[in-house]
């Protein structure tokens, strides 16, 4: 197999990241990854995340940079590394410097150059704070004005940004003392970790201010940050790898698997008994009043060759009352013999995000629809919540007490698209489902579509096109998720919900930029488009063996960088690990039992059987492997 076709199997796109660079002064340590400064460290502690100088358009998207030169600089004394780039067709000419030295300090210059005058919602530094030691943490901030102030990391999400007015910041982490001081613009923070971002992020221009905003032609924009790192940080033990096994059952159910619906994403009759033999059947339908007629008679079709259920987004028209639109969507149910099981109706503005502090739409409200909900559906679960991210769930948090469930989405790709961001999203996720389930209280909660991809895009007036299918920060098509990494993410993200009582999770689509199925004609797909034969991506294996659903189990001696889901069955008991880092891993396991990978040198055989567990399912030979990139290994133990 050559790089490319393993490329394409692995992440879905021909297009390879350039291979990040290690540096080192004295202590410090980085990782140069795509023009940023990542993972900076003091010894063994992570002290920042990521330094980086993205240029944002009107829709809040990353603008890709055409880099014009690239020089790194290492001695024994520290490294200097100078990036040069344009974008926008060189509207904007950038240049960026990083320098460290062994004494623990690091200095970052951005500038910006606009050839004409440039439009934009940002374009300058953001510097990125972990969340693992950080969070709850006591900070000191100075202000423009020299005034120091107290103020402590957040522990649970926060809606709106926790620290503003920043000059300068000062913390310790597990016993490294971090001073960082930014000039250039005022900046402030957010908690990043509303769009699963696993960091805090510190930037500039304040939100207060207007935007979009004009760089002038001619004008430069130039920033700089200042790191001081110092103290003696202890070596962290290195644990032998325990074995990974199956402990005793919870009270805790698997969620039930959804297949998030809109009318380009419904499944042919042949693919539909594909989806009705993999028990892919439980569809999240999103409709309007005015299309529900035709949605819904569609569904009931599939419904009637799956015998699978139902459930309701319905997206309403805020400036008509909510009781007449709700009664139309009622009405093309009963007429179709259909009984949706759990609703949901939200004033279409509120797909858009505001600050907590902003101003909100006029006319219908998210209480006022949910409370007309019940009287349209009295025999389904009422719920409340957004239909996109927990960001907007936080800012504008249920007010319906009655509501039988809560629900909010989740896109990966929201501020950053490359590979390590998206695998890094994995880390926020409990604390999402931590902070979501403190506001629901005694309702269920229930997971929208949830998926690397964004399904709209509450921060500008579009998603981002992404024709070539590259990494592009808010598209819908992202094409890991027709790759294996898709399939280890959305594992990774079953996992996270242990311990939440999450009632259930959309986490792909039958087709479409989401689905479950391989089709041609959508975008342009490297490999499928050649190979007919394909009939489902990856993440149709990784969603079939958990259908079924079960009862959850307890997995003991799993390794932070693998993500493990166990539970029972009626007849056997189940395992899947999955490894969504770009390097191999070691498994050690306690189970035995009928096991099969998937990976490049299976993903042929995969993609072009449904079946491809039962056909390839032999007996565990050893219980000692190496689970490749993005590979996923299914275990299933006869009771």
């Known amino acids: 197999m050559d790089a490319e076709t393993r490329q394409i199997f692995e992440t879905g796109t021909t297009e390879s990241p350039a291979a990040p660079h290690t540096v080192t002064a004295g202590k410090l340590s980085a990782v140069i990854d795509n023009g940023a400064l990542r993972r900076i460290a003091f010894g063994p502690v992570e002290v920042v995340r990521q330094i980086d100088f993205p240029v944002r358009d009107q829709n809040w998207a990353t603008l890709p940079p055409r880099v014009i030169s690239e020089n790194l ?25 990083f320098e460290a030295h062994e004494d623990g300090t690091v200095l970052a210059t951005g500038e910006a150059e606009a050839a004409r005058d440039f439009v934009t919602n940002r374009t300058g530094f953001t510097l990125l704070h972990p969340i693992s030691g950080v969070a709850g943490l006591p900070v000191t901030v100075t202000t423009p004005d020299g005034e120091r102030l107290n103020e402590t990391m957040p522990e649970a999400i926060s809606p709106a940004q926790p620290i503003k007015n920043i000059a300068g910041l000062r913390f310790d982490i597990h016993g490294v003392a971090l001073s960082i001081s930014f000039e250039g613009d005022v900046f402030e923070m957010e908690d990043q970790r509303n769009w699963s971002d696993a960091s805090y992020k510190t930037y500039s221009r304040p939100l207060v201010e207007p935007f979009t905003y004009d760089i002038s032609a001619g004008t430069c924009v130039r920033q700089q940050i200042r790191l001081a790192v110092s103290g003696t940080a202890d070596a962290e033990a290195a644990a032998a790898p325990s074995a990974i096994r199956v402990g005793p059952p919870l009270t805790e159910q698997l969620p039930d698997m959804l297949l998030a619906v809109e009318s380009d994403w419904l499944p042919t009759k042949t693919e539909t008994a594909i989806l009705a033999a993999a028990r892919l059947d439980r569809l999240l339908l999103r409709t309007t009043p005015s299309s529900a007629a035709a949605d819904i008679e569609t569904v009931a079709r599939l419904l009637a060759n799956t015998g699978g259920s139902l459930d309701l987004e319905i997206v309403l028209d805020g400036d008509k009352p909510a009781g007449g639109q709700l009664h139309r969507v009622a009405s093309a149910c009963r007429s179709h013999n259909v009984q949706p099981q759990h609703v949901i109706a939200l004033p279409s503005g509120y797909l858009a995000s505001y600050q907590p502090t902003g101003r909100w739409p006029g006319g219908l409200t998210p209480l006022e629809a949910s409370q007309a909900t019940r009287g349209a559906f009295p025999n389904a679960r009422i719920g409340c919540g957004m239909l996109t991210n ?39 996720l409990p604390d999402i489902f931590a902070s979501a389930r403190g506001i629901a209280g005694d309702r269920g909660y229930r997971l929208g579509l949830t998926a690397i991809g964004m399904r709209t895009n509450p921060y500008g007036s579009a998603v981002s096109l992404n024709p070539d299918q590259k990494r592009m920060t808010m598209a819908t098509w992202d094409p890991r998720a027709r790759a294996l990494f898709g399939a280890a993410w959305a594992i990774g993200a079953l996992a996270k919900t242990e311990g939440f009582g999450i009632e259930a999770i959309a986490l792909a689509a039958p087709a479409g930029p989401f689905g479950v199925l391989s089709r041609s004609g959508e975008v342009a797909r490297p490999w499928y488009d050649d190979h007919p034969e394909a009939l489902v991506y990856p993440i149709f294996h990784a969603l079939r063996f958990v259908a079924g659903g079960g009862q959850r189990c307890r997995v003991v001696g799993a390794p932070p960088e693998l993500s493990v889901v166990a539970f029972v069955t009626a007849t056997a008991t189940r395992l899947v690990i999955a490894n969504v880092s770009p390097e191999p891993q070691q498994i050690r396991l306690g189970e035995s039992g009928q096991a099969a990978v998937l990976d490049t040198s299976s993903f042929e055989a995969a993609v072009s059987d449904p079946e491809w567990f039962e056909h390839s399912g032999k007996p565990l030979r050893s219980k000692s492997l190496e689970l490749d990139p993005r590979a996923i290994l299914f275990v299933e133990q006869a009771k």
Request: glycine share 4%.
């Open 73 to 97: 600089e290492m001695t024994s004394e520290g490294f200097r590394y100078e990036r040069r780039f344009e974008v926008a067709d060189g509207a904007l000419s950038c240049r960026v410097v």
């Open 390 to 428: 927990f960001t907007e769930f936080n800012r504008c948090r249920p007010k319906d007490d009655a509501a039988h469930f809560i629900t909010h989405g989740n896109a990966a790709i929201v501020h950053a698209a490359d590979d390590w961001s998206v695998a890094q999203t994995l880390e926020t």
